[in-house]
């Protein structure tokens, strides 16, 4: 089994639907990270989140939420999703004290 | 935080050595740097990281210019499944986020 497990693993969403993305990790980490790949571009990191209470934006968060409901488990959400929101999303752990990332495979999302 | 650059993408013959150069000319004195690998339709990978000495691993070696403001990821011997996007990353020692550039597509020829 994966480290890092993201579902759905692909998703086709229509504009203004609300959609939440998974992310649950068996590594033991505390910190936990979301990340958007748009096609042929680098990834935007846009939560993270170092323990349960604590929850940080990073380059691009607007237009997205996240819940850490346990130190296992980091889902984003997309409100009212739209287009220019399709992408491929990572969800990512590290250890407090270790300096790996480690990477989810990744959610394909498209918005219509 | 401090940015880098590389560029958009190298070419290599397999089985030769391959260095990808990666600038942060505005490095903090407690930004690790980072190497992470992506594989097509693979989340990225842990490659090698370094703080000012040169490092090696069953991956690759890292090699660091002594003012801090340029690093060259070594892959010894090229191989077809060395072909991937490399990212070269600076993470500071408070916070430890990665912010990834736009890395270096890396093809590798039989």
């Known amino acids: 089994d994966a480290d890092v497990t993201q579902t759905p693993r692909n998703r086709i969403t229509k504009t203004g639907k609300r959609i939440m993305l998974e992310c649950s990790q068996t590594?033991?980490?505390?910190?936990m990270y979301w990340y958007r790949q748009d096609p042929g571009l680098g990834l935007r990191l846009i939560y993270y989140?170092?323990?349960?209470?604590?929850?940080n934006k990073g380059e691009i968060s607007d237009g997205y939420s996240v819940s850490r409901q346990a130190q296992a488990k980091f889902s984003l959400s997309l409100e009212s999703a739209i287009p220019n929101q399709t992408a491929l999303y990572f969800c990512?752990?590290?250890?407090?004290?270790?300096?790996?990332?480690?990477f989810g495979e990744g959610s394909w999302l498209t918005v219509v | 935080d401090a940015k880098t650059t590389q560029p958009n993408s190298m070419e290599s013959n397999e089985e030769e050595p391959v260095h990808l150069p990666c600038n942060h000319s505005?490095?903090?004195?407690?930004?690790?740097i980072h190497w992470y690998r992506q594989l097509p339709s693979q989340g990225p990978e842990y490659v090698i990281h370094?703080?000012?000495s040169n490092v090696n691993n069953r991956m690759a070696s890292l090699a660091i210019a002594e003012d801090r403001k340029s690093s060259t990821l070594i892959l010894h011997r090229a191989t077809l499944r060395d072909a991937a996007v490399y990212y070269c990353?600076?993470?500071?020692?408070?916070?430890?986020?990665?912010?990834f550039g736009q890395g270096t597509e890396l093809s590798v020829k039989p």
């Open positions: 990512a752990t590290r250890g407090a004290s270790g300096n790996t990332i480690y």
């Open positions: 590594k033991g980490h505390d910190r």
């Open positions: 989140s170092f323990d349960v209470k604590d929850i």
């Open positions: 505005t490095i903090s004195g407690t930004d690790y």
């Open positions: 370094g703080l000012t």
């Open positions: 990353i600076l993470r500071g020692n408070q916070g430890g986020k990665l912010i």
